[in-house]
């Protein structure tokens, strides 16, 4: 049984939304936190409190790549290896951690004493591209890394030493982390800066060349758009829109 | 081009200034004025406003915004929604997450008004999961602008109420399509749905629902403020207003560059320092990884729907992935098909199983196995993929494969003749190249 605790923020995160059933994807984040991954205990008590079969719950739980069936470490530690990362030099920092950790994809180092553990993944586009390679330890961004740096950071983390994101807080567990995600704010927010370096370079670039956005008065020609729906999904990049939006004219015919 | 304001920061102009994602900074620099003014507007003029603007879609397929919005049915007595489509995944894409980490309050700027004028009362931002300190901005912005009297009820007397949920996703690509997205929101496994309906007459819980991108509801405030002439006086002629730029890869500054759309490549190269001393461009994503491939000949086209459409490619999220001449064009584009098939969601036969195969396909020709006459069934396998699917990611899935094969056939021989591959991945690594990347 999960603690009568849990059972209450489970059904505090279901109140949030106009159909209880939306909060499942919060409420798995939350049973990863206390359970250090979706155990059936957490499948069943969400089944109980949305009403719905423990198989639907399951299904879900079994879609998506963040929850886990096999406990997680104290860290996760992610490396992005699409295409981009990959390139840049993430297939390196991935095969120097999995030697380095002795863990494949997906696996947890074994518990030593004094020691904290990790899972080791690898991780699809990240949404840090201008920072690659790129590593994520419970989520948060680990930037610009090269396998030393990555072996580092694990290092530091296996001998629970103080880590940092670099363009974030000081990294949390992943159970903490997975607190947040279920929507119990941890008090991190302000730590880290506003951005990053690379994400600062056009802006400082136009700020160095006197470059801006038009004056309020600038006027350009307006009502350039199709009229039509058919027009616009015609425009748009997607043939698909286009056979779409005819086929609801069709049915609205 | 002396007197042109190459870059335009508007959605980034507060991005280098300390705590700028709290609530007093937000507002030190002008924000909330746009919500104040557009609660005094009539709601059909917002929308006209945003119409007129010529917005289209930042998400990827340019659908104009103030369309969008008006298709939703006013007579219909169901309950309106409004939902931030903030699951960043699109390869390459990294625009929208240092957007929410540095200026939240624009997008909950956007999303107060955007919903105001589609007659909504209850919002969701639904961002991807892994990226955590994001979330916490948002999530707090929300709850500042809830003190101030931004959210709520009654908001600032207009009496207009708006509840916003700050919703976290769990990892699928899929999700970034807004059907499969209200799935997820919904609570369920992430898969697409059938259309029609559409989502603006039949969407989250089958009622009316705009889905917009994080972008496009971060352009309202500026449209609100400036006005619809203003906007429209930056961009092309088909593709107004500004954009952010995202460059990643081989070039000397990888970053964000926000400008209006119709930039070049070339031009955005050079503010970047050109590529990596020493090499030169060899391929490239327009807008993230579903956009067919372009090379070095592409490199003055302007960077809007038309001219990436006229270039057979698409412009996408605007994801710009530079790749010199040290890449191998085949182990990108494999690497690019593997996560189409990891990410497939294996409703529909041809992406389910379309993906599986391309893979192997693909895998055997980099490993120097098979003949010619397998990029001939590669591309036919594409051929009963693409527009085959239930949703786009079929589509994209075989954009990388078709794209390279026009532009590089020669290297996917060579991978026959020679085989496996003849390039050194190592020398496409970051430290891998004899001269070490300043920005690093």
Request: charged share 25%.
């Amino acid at each position: 049984m999960l603690p009568e605790t849990t059972v209450a923020e489970l059904e505090q995160i279901a109140a949030r939304y106009p159909e209880k059933r939306s909060g499942l994807l919060p409420m798995l984040h939350l049973v990863q936190s206390v359970e250090g991954r979706v155990t059936p205990e957490g499948i069943e008590t969400c089944a109980e409190i949305l009403e719905i079969s423990p198989a639907e719950v399951s299904g879900v739980a079994t879609f998506y790549t963040m929850y886990k069936r096999k406990p997680v470490g104290d860290y996760h530690v992610g490396v992005c290896t699409n295409t981009l990362c990959a390139v840049m030099g993430g297939d390196e920092i991935f095969a120097r951690l999995k030697d380095h950790l002795d863990v494949g994809n997906d696996e947890t180092t074994e518990e030593a004493p004094g020691k904290k553990s990790i899972t080791l993944e690898h991780l699809e586009c990240n949404a840090a591209c201008d920072y690659a390679p790129v590593m994520m330890v419970n989520w948060e961004f680990m930037d610009n890394q090269t396998p030393d740096s990555a072996v580092t950071v694990v290092d530091d983390l296996r001998a629970g030493k103080e880590v940092t994101s670099t363009r974030g807080p000081r990294i949390c567990t992943w159970r903490e982390a997975e607190r947040v995600l279920a929507g119990f704010p941890d008090g991190r927010v302000d730590e880290g800066p506003a951005a990053g370096e690379a994400s600062l370079l056009g802006l400082r670039i136009a700020e160095d060349r006197g470059w801006t956005a038009p004056s309020a008065d600038a006027s350009g020609e307006t009502g350039t758009e199709p009229t039509t729906a058919e027009g616009a999904a015609e425009e748009a990049d997607t043939a698909r829109a286009e056979t779409e939006t005819k086929q609801q004219e069709a049915a609205d015919e | 081009m002396s007197d042109v304001n190459t870059l335009t920061p508007v959605l980034t102009k507060d991005w280098g200034t300390d705590r700028s994602w709290t609530l007093p900074v937000y507002e030190s620099r002008g924000g909330y004025a746009s919500l104040k003014k557009a609660l005094t507007m009539a709601q059909d003029d917002i929308i006209a406003a945003v119409k007129d603007s010529g917005l289209r879609g930042r998400g990827g397929a340019g659908f104009p915004t103030g369309m969008k919005w008006s298709f939703i049915p006013q007579d219909n007595p169901k309950p309106k929604y409004l939902v931030v489509n903030a699951d960043e995944s699109e390869p390459g894409t990294c625009k929208d997450t240092p957007l929410m980490m540095a200026s939240p309050h624009v997008l909950v700027e956007g999303v107060i008004i955007s919903s105001f004028a589609i007659r909504a009362n209850t919002a969701f931002i639904y961002i991807r999961g892994e990226i955590l300190h994001v979330i916490r901005r948002v999530q707090a912005a929300v709850a500042e602008a809830y003190a101030a009297g931004h959210l709520g009820k009654n908001i600032h007397g207009s009496g207009y109420d708006l509840d916003v949920v700050v919703h976290a996703g769990a990892g699928a690509y899929i999700c970034g399509e807004e059907t499969a997205l209200l799935e997820g929101l919904e609570g369920r496994r992430g898969q697409p749905r059938l259309r029609p309906p559409f989502p603006a007459v039949a969407g989250l819980y089958a009622s009316p629902t705009v889905i917009n991108n994080v972008e496009s509801i971060a352009s309202v405030p500026s449209i609100i403020e400036h006005g619809a002439e203003w906007f429209s006086s930056m961009g092309t002629e088909k593709s107004k207003g500004y954009g952010i730029f995202s460059l990643s890869g081989h070039v000397t500054r990888p970053g964000q560059y926000e400008a209006p759309l119709g930039i070049t490549l070339r031009e955005l190269i050079d503010l970047s320092g050109g590529m990596r001393e020493g090499h030169r461009l060899k391929f490239w994503t327009p807008g993230g990884s579903s956009t067919p491939l372009l090379t070095d000949e592409h490199l003055d086209l302007p960077l809007d729907f038309e001219g990436m459409a006229g270039a057979g490619t698409m412009l996408g999220t605007r994801a710009i992935q530079l790749f010199d001449e040290t890449t191998c064009v085949v182990r990108a584009v494999l690497r690019w098909t593997e996560f189409y098939k990891h990410e497939s969601c294996g409703k529909c036969t041809p992406c389910r199983e379309g993906t599986w195969w391309l893979v192997q396909t693909l895998a055997a020709i980099e490993r120097g196995e098979g003949s010619e006459a397998d990029l001939d069934l590669l591309l036919d396998q594409c051929e009963n993929i693409l527009g085959r699917s239930f949703c786009a990611l079929g589509d994209g899935a075989t954009s990388p494969i078709s794209s390279s094969i026009q532009y590089f056939r020669d290297e996917y021989v060579a991978h026959l003749t020679h085989g496996g591959c003849p390039l050194d991945p190592a020398a496409s690594t970051v430290w891998g190249s004899s001269l070490t990347r300043s920005g690093a």
